[in-house]
């Protein structure tokens, strides 16, 4: 399946991986990433919107979809790697600069590629994530059972691994399921393309309770700031997991917009409208 109107092409981004990415449109450079479990056509009524007056960069992250999906050796997960990623086959692509939107762990992509290219990020949207940093720090109590899927993800390689495969069209189908206010159309395609990548998706949930939360520390205390435009729409998740959101993201993203959307989690795929109208006033700011 394609996202009409768009090509599809292997390009490198970094050590040597190879991205799955759709490209369409005509304009400034506009780099969407997906998330958890799903591929770059979760973007695909929201590309054809902006593909009007930008080029949308639709790539699948490394570890997912039809991108190349190498061994872990530590840092081959972390979000700094697939950010880099990132920012290699945007300028492979001919653009220097551009505007990136990244929903849940494309979302963790899009921040670190905020924090450590600051030149090159010119506006950023993160949709429906804390920071990696944050994330860990909201979860707490009861409330945290949201989250058992970080926790199982962040054990040591085998066990985790094992678990998943084990039932992996259930466990991979629970969360679009769950996490979703109306189903999804490409609900099968998920779970057959997360079904053939779960050593790499646990990998880089592995990474986000390691390497990344490192990273994040090491920002935080040097005071680094996303100095771009940014906005953030998310979720109402109830004050246990989302009390004083503003101001933990403010912390981050002093010019910022915050947003809470009525949609459930995939917002992209279950209110594109919305999104796409986000991005653009984002991207006049």
């Not at 030149?119 to 989250?147: N, Y």
Request: glycine share 8%; charged share 20%; aromatic share 8%.
């Amino acid at each position: 399946m394609n996202i009409p109107g768009f090509t599809q092409q292997r390009i490198e981004g970094t050590d040597g991986v190879h991205l799955n990415v759709a490209v369409g449109g005509e304009g400034p450079a506009l780099v969407l990433l997906h998330g958890f479990p799903q591929t770059h056509l979760c973007w695909r009524d929201v590309a054809v919107e902006l593909a009007v007056d930008h080029t949308v960069i639709c790539p699948d992250l490394r570890g997912y979809g039809d991108s190349d999906k190498p061994a872990d050796t530590g840092e081959t997960y972390s979000k700094r790697t697939m950010a880099n990623d990132v920012v290699a086959v945007t300028k492979r692509l001919g653009f220097e600069r551009f505007a990136l939107a990244g929903h849940d762990r494309g979302a963790l992509v899009a921040i670190r590629a905020g924090l450590d290219h600051p030149d090159t990020v010119t506006h950023l949207a993160s949709l429906d994530v804390f920071t990696t940093l944050d994330t860990w720090d909201v979860m707490a109590g009861r409330a945290a059972s949201v989250g058992w899927h970080l926790y199982l993800m962040a054990q040591p390689p085998g066990l985790p691994e094992a678990m998943i495969n084990a039932v992996p069209e259930a466990f991979f189908g629970h969360f679009l399921d769950i996490w979703a206010k109306t189903p999804l159309a490409l609900r099968d395609l998920y779970v057959e393309k997360s079904r053939a990548a779960v050593t790499s998706i646990v990998a880089d949930y592995r990474a986000s309770a390691g390497i990344d939360v490192d990273h994040d520390e090491a920002d935080r205390d040097a005071g680094r700031r996303l100095r771009m435009p940014v906005t953030v729409l998310q979720q109402d998740w109830g004050p246990a997991m989302t009390g004083h959101a503003v101001q933990r993201w403010q912390s981050w993203a002093p010019d910022l917009e915050h947003r809470t959307v009525t949609s459930g989690h995939f917002m992209a795929e279950e209110d594109p409208a919305t999104i796409s109208q986000a991005l653009r006033d984002l991207l006049k700011r």
